[in-house]
């Protein structure tokens, strides 16, 4: 079984910052892709930036500019660089991670629990 656990929400006033981050544990034998979504109340949940094991990202087009995501394969760990946040930024942020997990050599995709992020003034 493959735990995330992410850190790093908070509140912060518009145009502030936040970095979050998500770590990955468990019997893992590699993580293909990281990814961040978040849900806004009374919304679906949508994908912000996603990066693979080769460093290739994409964003959402209401963040490119603002956020950055980014890993270190050998801490298995996704960071993402929030910047000029807006109140539309404001969300349950959750980390998400695809790949192989030990000994059965299985797919693996697991969630985070979530982290708040409350951007106001």
């Known amino acids: 079984q493959v735990q995330l656990v992410e850190s790093g929400g908070g509140l912060v006033q518009p145009g502030g910052s936040l970095r979050l981050s998500c770590a990955a544990s468990?019997?893992?034998?590699?993580?293909?892709?990281m990814a961040w979504y978040r849900q806004a109340p009374g919304k679906t949940r949508e994908l912000v930036a996603a990066i693979t094991s080769g460093g290739s990202t994409n964003y959402a087009d209401s963040v490119k500019g603002r956020f950055t995501i980014s890993r270190d394969n050998a801490k298995n760990t996704v960071y993402l660089q929030m910047n000029s946040l807006k109140p539309e930024d404001t969300a349950v942020y959750y980390c998400?991670?695809?790949?192989?997990?030990?000994?059965?050599?299985?797919?693996?995709?697991?969630w985070g629990q979530g982290t708040q992020v409350t951007v106001s003034s």
């Open positions: 468990g019997s893992i034998v590699s993580i293909n892709a």
């Open positions: 998400r991670a695809l790949g192989v997990v030990a000994g059965t050599g299985a797919d693996f995709g697991s």
